[in-house]
Each structure stands twice: as C-alpha cells, then as structure tokens.
C-alpha cells in the first residue's frame, strides 16, 4: 500500500539499528493483511531517548519497538509501564492508550508462544536453568514463573547477578536460586531445559560456556541467539542427543505480540516467519 497521509507509522529505536530484521517482518505483515502501516528503524543515540520519545508524541506515531540499550533507560519517558515490563524493569514496546504513552515487555511472552505454538512445550512444572542474568534472562525467567515452571536456576559468570535477579523473583512462589556458571554442573544435569540467554555465541570463535559433557539426552537446549542459526551450544546438545532451538521463534512471536497490540489485528506469524531464509 503506498504512504500517504493516513498512515500510521511505528518503527524501532536503537543504537545502533541498522542489523534489526524487524522492519522487514512487521512490514511484510502490514503488506499481507493490507494495513496502511509503515516501520522505520531510528538509529537513536543513548543521549538523546527522551527527544526521541517526544518525537514520537509530536509526530502521533502509533508506537515503537526499543531495543539496545535503551530499553531501561526509555521508561523514564513513559506516562506508565504495564505490570510485565514493571516486573522485567525494561521495555520493547511502546504504545498509545487513552491518551498516555505505555511501556510493555513482550520478550517473555514471545518466548513462551514459541515454545508453545512452534514447539508444542508446555512449561509448567519442568525444571529450567537460565544461562546469563541480564535483560533477557530477567524477561525470560519472569514469563517462566507465571507460566508455571517447578524449579528456576540462574547461572551467571557475575554471581551476584544471579542471586540479586533470582532474589526478585523470590516472592513469586517458586523455588529459584542464582549461582555461577562454573558450579552448575549439578543444575544443568538435573534441569529438563537449559536456556542460554547470554550473548556469547554470537561472534565465530566464543567459548562454550558449559561442558557439553553436562548436557543429557531428551533434555531440552534452547539459545536464543539466531544468528548464527546454530551456535556451537547447539551444535554440542545436539551431539548429546537434546533436542534443540535457536532464538529465531523468539524473536517473531515477540514481534507478533508487538504488531497485535499496535494494529489490534492477529499477526500473520507465518508470512513474518518467511521473511528469514
Ligand atoms: P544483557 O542484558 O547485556 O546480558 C548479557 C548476559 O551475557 C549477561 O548475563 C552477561 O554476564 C553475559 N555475558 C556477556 N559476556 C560474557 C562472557 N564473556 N562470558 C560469560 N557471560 C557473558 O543482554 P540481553 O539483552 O539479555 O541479550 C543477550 C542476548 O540475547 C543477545 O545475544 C541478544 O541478541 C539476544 N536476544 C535475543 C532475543 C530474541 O528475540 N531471540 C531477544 C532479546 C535478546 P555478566 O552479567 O557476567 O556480564
């Protein structure tokens, strides 16, 4: 549909942007379902969030998606934060309710719909260990809890990390623990699901982060790294017989969730899928 003066435009906000496949996905989506709307990436320095947020206001943008780093620091510029994004501390959606300008996490929930939808994984009452206790871990973990998940481990090469960020979760009603990465050898045999969170593996020639010889057969290994498609975490799982994902489900469903909120429309979760070789 081309631009014109009705449509409504929403985009992502980042530093740097320019890697982001999300315009891509969200515009080949409004281009299916013929929704006059449009997603731009703005590549948007750490100093200048508030003006962007402010722009986006001036402008009547519909919403937007932030990514790093801006994800903590942009709640600042919001008139509220949904109870999702309150409990993660961060947010990657933003839109327009009555009015006021609304900061929500979809990263969890994206993750749990793939698991569910793409995978056919129920989560509650498994045992899970979460490699990496930043953003991610933190999202991931929460979405986890309310769906139900028996035990919770976060393992971390910053200990205090995961103590400090399984101590939130505390009084959710789980058992949840944080400790290092060097000591989970125990965790991670036992766990029915281990989930790396941490950004190593993105880059040719990061370490293994665990000994694959931990992992077991039938456990479940899930990196949400997508690119590469199958980092050498996988690669290990998958020579020990566990059954494993790359982060790619992730990242459509909590596009998909996004898109849903901005349009009110279901998103076409496969024609977003298709986007990706
Ligand atoms: P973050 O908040 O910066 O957290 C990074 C984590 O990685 C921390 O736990 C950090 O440990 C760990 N780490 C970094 N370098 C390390 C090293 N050399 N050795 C051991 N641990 C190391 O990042 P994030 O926002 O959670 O994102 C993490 C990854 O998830 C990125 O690769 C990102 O692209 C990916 N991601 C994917 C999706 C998706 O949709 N599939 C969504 C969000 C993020 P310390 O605390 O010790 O520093």
Redesign the pocket.
Known sequence: MPINGQTKVVGIIGDPVKHSLSPQMHNVAFKHLNLDFVYIPFHVKPESVGEAIKGMRALAMVGLNVT?PHKIEVMKYLDEVSPDAKAIGAVNTIFFKDNKCIGDNT?GR?FIRALIEDEGIIIAGKSVVIL??????RAIGHSLIKDGVGRLIFC???VS?AESIAGSFQSMGISVAGMG?IDSRDEIAQADMIIN????G?KQGDPL?INPEWIRKRQIVYD???SPPETLLLQAAKARGARVMN??G??IH?GALAFEIWTGCPAPVEVMRNVFP
């Open positions: 790093v990263d994206g990496g206790a930043g953003g991610s871990a971390n090469r910053t990390k990465i969170t941490t950004s190593i993105m982060l949400i790294i997508y982060g790619l992730m990242l909590q």
